[in-house]
């Protein structure tokens, strides 16, 4: 769930907004069942650390018509990860879905954008992924 307040770190940054073109878990379609534009987070298995600390790696993929969109998305996304990777943020509590915050977070990209090929509507798929060392602050 923790990806989900990523997401609204991302909104708050003004990546995009949450359910327009944020989407948390999935690649939605629109209302005439061709895929949305804009990207999507999704959480992969990471491994357990000792001493409160926890680890979620998560991807984030692009879809967009135009090329160069989602590859620009990507890279802002890349760059702001790795302008902040150095200091500890907390991230937001994401009303009315979770009331959970989480301190001493540091988001590190593990890698460069990856094109992963063209959906059945020709749109492009990219993805980036980063890891995020946490403790988790509390919970409502």
């Known amino acids: 769930m923790i990806t989900l307040h990523v997401l609204k770190l991302l909104e708050n940054e003004g990546f995009g907004t949450i359910d327009t073109d944020l989407f948390f878990e999935e690649a939605p379609l629109d209302s005439t069942g061709k895929p949305k534009q804009g990207l999507w987070i999704v959480?992969?298995?990471s491994q357990v650390t000792p001493r409160n600390v926890r680890v979620q790696q998560f991807d984030i993929y692009s879809?967009?018509?135009?090329?160069?969109?989602?590859s620009?998305?990507?890279?802002?996304?890349l760059d702001f990860?790795?302008?902040?990777?150095a200091k500890p943020c907390v991230l937001p509590e994401v009303p009315p879905y979770s009331a959970t915050t989480y301190?001493?977070?540091r988001i590190i990209p593990l890698?460069?954008?990856e094109n992963v090929g063209t959906d059945e509507n020709g749109k492009i798929v990219r993805v980036i992924s980063a890891e995020i060392r946490y403790n988790k602050l509390k919970e409502n």
């Open 111 to 113: 890698g460069s954008i």
């Open 43 to 45: 959480p992969r298995a």
């Open 72 to 77: 620009k998305k990507l890279e802002d996304i």
């Open 81 to 85: 990860f790795e302008q902040n990777s």
């Open 63 to 70: 879809r967009y018509t135009n090329k160069l969109t989602g």
């Open 103 to 105: 301190t001493n977070i």
